[in-house]
Protein backbone atom coordinates (compact mmCIF):
# COMPACT_ATOMS: atom_id res chain seq x y z
CA UNK A 1 0.00 0.00 0.00
CA UNK A 2 2.83 2.33 0.93
CA UNK A 3 6.37 2.97 -0.76
CA UNK A 4 9.08 5.02 0.36
CA UNK A 5 11.97 5.78 -1.23
CA UNK A 6 14.60 8.61 -2.12
CA UNK A 7 17.31 7.58 0.85
CA UNK A 8 21.24 7.33 0.66
CA UNK A 9 24.33 8.48 1.66
CA UNK A 10 24.43 12.45 2.23
CA UNK A 11 27.00 14.28 3.79
CA UNK A 12 25.95 16.73 6.95
CA UNK A 13 24.87 20.10 5.82
CA UNK A 14 23.21 18.42 2.72
CA UNK A 15 19.97 17.51 1.50
CA UNK A 16 17.80 14.65 0.66
CA UNK A 17 14.30 14.44 -0.57
CA UNK A 18 11.73 11.22 0.42
CA UNK A 19 8.75 10.08 -1.45
CA UNK A 20 6.38 7.84 -1.06
CA UNK A 21 3.19 7.00 -3.05
CA UNK A 22 0.33 5.29 -1.40
CA UNK A 23 -1.94 2.51 -3.73
CA UNK A 24 -4.58 0.23 -3.92
CA UNK A 25 -8.12 0.55 -3.98
CA UNK A 26 -7.85 3.62 -1.54
CA UNK A 27 -11.03 5.28 -0.90
CA UNK A 28 -9.85 7.95 1.42
CA UNK A 29 -6.76 9.14 3.29
CA UNK A 30 -6.47 11.13 6.15
CA UNK A 31 -2.87 12.12 7.18
CA UNK A 32 0.57 10.98 6.06
CA UNK A 33 3.46 11.04 8.01
CA UNK A 34 6.58 10.29 8.49
CA UNK A 35 8.90 8.41 11.20
CA UNK A 36 12.12 7.67 11.75
CA UNK A 37 13.96 4.80 13.63
CA UNK A 38 17.91 5.19 13.98
CA UNK A 39 19.77 2.24 15.18
CA UNK A 40 18.72 1.13 18.49
CA UNK A 41 16.45 3.74 19.42
CA UNK A 42 12.86 3.83 19.05
CA UNK A 43 10.57 4.79 16.27
CA UNK A 44 10.01 8.83 16.51
CA UNK A 45 7.54 10.70 14.98
CA UNK A 46 9.04 13.15 12.00
CA UNK A 47 6.02 15.05 10.60
CA UNK A 48 2.48 15.02 8.85
CA UNK A 49 0.09 16.60 6.60
CA UNK A 50 -3.35 16.22 6.66
CA UNK A 51 -5.83 15.58 3.82
CA UNK A 52 -6.65 19.25 4.02
CA UNK A 53 -2.58 20.23 4.24
CA UNK A 54 -2.25 21.22 7.58
CA UNK A 55 1.40 20.40 8.70
CA UNK A 56 3.25 20.02 12.03
CA UNK A 57 6.97 18.57 13.12
CA UNK A 58 9.12 17.15 15.77
CA UNK A 59 10.80 20.14 17.42
CA UNK A 60 14.28 18.53 16.37
CA UNK A 61 13.69 18.51 12.73
CA UNK A 62 10.87 21.97 12.64
CA UNK A 63 12.89 24.37 9.99
CA UNK A 64 14.90 22.05 7.97
CA UNK A 65 12.30 19.39 6.67
CA UNK A 66 9.43 20.11 4.65
CA UNK A 67 6.36 17.61 4.24
CA UNK A 68 4.05 18.06 1.44
CA UNK A 69 1.69 16.15 -0.09
CA UNK A 70 0.43 15.59 -3.58
CA UNK A 71 -3.57 14.58 -3.01
CA UNK A 72 -4.01 13.44 -6.94
CA UNK A 73 -0.80 11.38 -6.71
CA UNK A 74 -1.33 9.98 -3.72
CA UNK A 75 2.18 11.20 -2.70
CA UNK A 76 4.01 12.64 0.70
CA UNK A 77 7.41 13.75 -0.05
CA UNK A 78 10.02 15.00 2.57
CA UNK A 79 12.19 17.26 1.86
CA UNK A 80 15.26 17.14 4.45
CA UNK A 81 17.70 20.31 3.97
CA UNK A 82 21.12 21.08 6.84
CA UNK A 83 21.38 17.25 7.27
CA UNK A 84 22.79 15.69 10.61
CA UNK A 85 24.37 13.02 10.99
CA UNK A 86 21.84 12.63 14.01
CA UNK A 87 19.46 12.73 11.34
CA UNK A 88 21.20 8.98 10.38
CA UNK A 89 17.85 6.42 10.53
CA UNK A 90 15.91 4.44 8.52
CA UNK A 91 12.97 6.80 7.86
CA UNK A 92 9.16 4.92 7.59
CA UNK A 93 5.93 6.59 5.92
CA UNK A 94 2.46 6.03 7.40
CA UNK A 95 -1.07 7.38 6.18
CA UNK A 96 -4.59 6.34 7.69
CA UNK A 97 -6.65 5.25 4.88
CA UNK A 98 -10.29 4.17 4.41
CA UNK A 99 -9.92 1.51 1.14
CA UNK A 100 -13.51 0.71 -0.61
CA UNK A 101 -13.47 -2.54 1.55
CA UNK A 102 -12.15 -1.89 4.85
CA UNK A 103 -12.41 1.30 7.65
CA UNK A 104 -10.01 3.82 8.25
CA UNK A 105 -6.67 2.25 9.61
CA UNK A 106 -3.24 2.99 9.29
CA UNK A 107 -0.82 1.27 7.01
CA UNK A 108 3.18 1.85 6.86
CA UNK A 109 5.82 1.45 4.05
CA UNK A 110 9.17 -0.63 3.99
CA UNK A 111 11.41 2.33 4.93
CA UNK A 112 13.99 3.78 3.40
CA UNK A 113 17.75 4.49 5.15
CA UNK A 114 19.14 7.65 5.47
CA UNK A 115 22.21 8.10 6.23
CA UNK A 116 24.41 11.60 7.25
CA UNK A 117 27.97 11.34 6.98
CA UNK A 118 31.08 12.73 5.90
Known amino acids: QLQASGGGLVQPGGSLRLSCAAS????????MEWYRQAPGMQREWVAS???????DYADSVKGRFTISGDNAKRMVYLQMSSLIPEDTAVYYC??????????????WGQGTLVTVSS
Open 94 to 107: SANIMTWTTTWRDY
Open 49 to 55: ISSAGST
Open 24 to 31: GSIRAINV
